[in-house]
């Protein structure tokens, strides 16, 4: 239950609203306990010769009070349960917005699907508990004291036999409530399993449809579902028991009234009424007993689920504004420097980067190139700090990266991740992405800049039309260009672009780095490529191979130097005569 803890903010910034509700409740049972004491005299009365005009007042009387009793109820749920879909909502924004806090190393370990389970199937839990669980607690526990409150005014001794059962329903609850914690952090688990394969298996169809795996991933999803379905069942299994023994003893219970009661009658002890309002008060203690089961599992699974958030909410971002951090830094240049920059991820066996220097006049352009893996991506990833360096130092304009907020850092940056991703949205929102606006005349000079304008043209609703879901409407150029709009719209300092051009045919990639000279010439830019056509204007190439920068120089230097550049000139030279052959 210590999970629960986190939610008193919560309940802090509502306790007006939920206090109303808790007079509420208060009111609504006192009114509703007040229906059998009414009875009672009604059926004492007949004993006593009452006339038709006594019962019609008695009838009155109950719809009065059980009126009264549904408005108060009325307000009841106006309060609480308005109350918890606050808290429900606040939670939830809390919650996206750590999210947005954390690391990409985060990212990397932990699944979509998980992620989506927690702010969907574990906030309802969390929101149950807050709404019905606190209605339901707090109007059975006031019920229950109420009514042993006026079942022992009228009779002391046969309450207490009465009642004898009910030590027996708190152990059973609290055995069956240990028991329902275990089993729904289990299917917790498992759905969070379902949720991360449909994530995964929607995003990839396309892979899926080609590779003709549609029935292959029918049945791993039917086998999760079938494993979740078991989980349900013996969590269903076990909450079966509560009711049926709760009738039971409560069942034991209106036996001992009836035979207590009825020799009482006999005796004289006791009024008929008496033993009428005992019985219609016994009857109405079955929906608290049975209640009190139903809220002590809504509690497991909420603290279940909570502690699930929690250890989200408890992550804390790798990479944040430190101490060291100047917030009157504003505005930067783009020099940068590498100062024998080493970067190991975590968990692996060898660095990605060894011992980088580097130093980048503000507004020069520097190609990157060099195997696959080794390590160029890596490098540029450094500069907005999605990962940060164990050694070494990184400077930009002679300040280290580390007292420039990230936020300045960031908004001074364009990147181009070798990864192209675009939102749902139209082309132009998802050009503007960066920016607080969608000014046309921007969306459209940076899409020309990009080789976009003459796609975009062909397209029904030109810049407002809508992608899909990550631009699946595009092919793999467009998106590119799309991203470099994106990345230009920003007009930043520091432009990265990580193998913005692979998916272009060499003609569209020298249109659009012709056009893009006169853009980078006030900007330090990376060109990070596999590419020598890419590269080849840059102002330093720098040549990659296991971390370490192998070479450096311009492209003719790096050619006549005779290594692991010129090897790659000369292989893309002759692949290209044999195109044109």
């Known amino acids: 239950m210590d999970s629960l803890y986190r939610l008193k903010p919560y309940f802090r910034r509502h306790r007006w609203l939920l206090a109303a509700g808790f007079v509420a409740v208060l009111l609504s049972n006192v009114f509703e306990v007040l229906v059998p004491l009414i009875i009672r005299e009604a059926v004492d009365g007949l004993q006593e010769g009452a006339t038709m005009r006594d019962f019609f007042g008695y009838g009155a009387m109950v719809v009065g009070v059980t009126a009264l009793s549904g408005i108060f109820s009325f307000i009841t749920r106006q309060t609480i349960i308005v109350a918890s879909r606050k808290m429900e909502y606040e939670l939830r924004n809390d919650f996206y917005a750590h999210l947005q806090t954390l690391s990409i190393s985060f990212y990397n370990n932990t699944t979509t699907g998980d ?14 508990f807050l709404g019905p669980g606190i209605m339901y607690s707090t109007s059975t526990f006031i019920r229950f004291v109420i009514i042993l409150a006026i079942m022992l005014s009228i009779n002391p001794v046969l309450t207490l036999l009465a009642l004898l059962p009910l030590p027996l329903i708190s152990v059973i609850v609290f055995y069956i409530g240990r028991i329902v914690h275990k089993k729904t952090i289990r299917i917790q688990e498992q759905f969070s399993n379902i949720t991360s ?27 999760l579902g079938e494993e979740y379905y078991r989980r349900n069942m013996g969590l269903i299994r076990t909450q079966s028991l509560t009711r049926p023994v709760l009738y039971l003893l409560v069942g034991i219970s209106l036996i001992i009234v009836l035979w207590y009661g009825g020799l009482s009658v006999i005796d004289g002890r006791m009024t008929l009424g008496d033993v009428t309002a005992m019985m219609i008060y016994l009857g109405m203690l079955i929906w608290p007993m049975i209640a009190f089961g139903w809220v002590f599992n809504i509690i497991q699974r909420a603290a279940a689920s909570m502690g699930r958030l929690n250890k989200i909410f408890d992550k804390q971002p790798d990479i944040i504004d430190g101490p060291e951090t100047d917030h009157s830094i504003k505005d930067l240049h783009g020099n940068i420097t590498f100062k024998n920059v080493s970067f190991s991820y975590p968990g692996a066996y060898e660095p990605a980067l060894k011992n980088i220097k580097l130093d980048i006049p503000a507004g020069k352009t520097v190609g990157v190139i060099g195997f696959t893996g080794s ?21 930009i304009d002679g300040k280290p990266i580390k007292k420039i907020p990230i936020s300045t850092l960031r908004s001074h940056i364009g990147y181009v991740p070798q990864e192209t991703f675009l939102f749902s949205e139209s082309i132009r929102e998802n050009i503007a992405f960066g920016q607080n606006g969608t000014e046309k005349h921007l969306v459209e000079r940076v899409a020309d800049i990009a080789h976009l304008s003459g796609d975009v043209d062909d397209f029904p609703k030109k810049f407002d039309t809508i992608i899909g879901e990550r631009g699946i409407t595009l092919s ?3 998106k590119q260009r799309a991203s470099l709009a994106r990345a230009l ?7 990265i672009l990580d193998d913005a051009f692979s998916a272009v045919d060499t003609y569209t990639e020298e249109s659009i780095l012709s056009r893009l000279r006169d853009e980078i010439r006030e900007r330090t830019t ?7 056509s890419t590269v080849k204007q840059a102002d330093v190439i720098i040549v990659l191979d296991n971390g370490v920068i192998v070479e450096r120089g311009t492209h003719e230097e790096l050619v006549e130097h005779g290594g692991i550049y010129a090897s790659l000139h ?7 005569e044999l195109d044109e052959m």
């Not at 169809?205 to 029918?218: G, L, N, P, S, Y």
Request: charged share 25%; hydrophobic share 40%.
């Open 115 to 128: 992620l989506m389970a927690h702010t969907t199937n574990d906030i309802n839990q969390v929101r149950n």
């Open 197 to 223: 394969r449909a994530q995964e298996n929607l995003s990839g169809i396309r892979v899926i449809k080609a590779f003709t795996r549609e029935q292959f991933e029918i049945d791993q999803f039917k086998n």
């Open 375 to 395: 390590g160029k991506s890596t490098l540029v990833s450094l500069i907005p700090r999605l990962y940060d360096i164990a050694d070494g130092e990184i400077l």
């Open 476 to 478: 793999g150029g467009q």
């Open 489 to 495: 719209a920003r007009d930043p300092k520091i432009l």
């Open 526 to 532: 990376f060109l990070i490529s596999h590419r020598i």
């Open 570 to 576: 000369q292989k893309q030279l002759l692949e290209k």
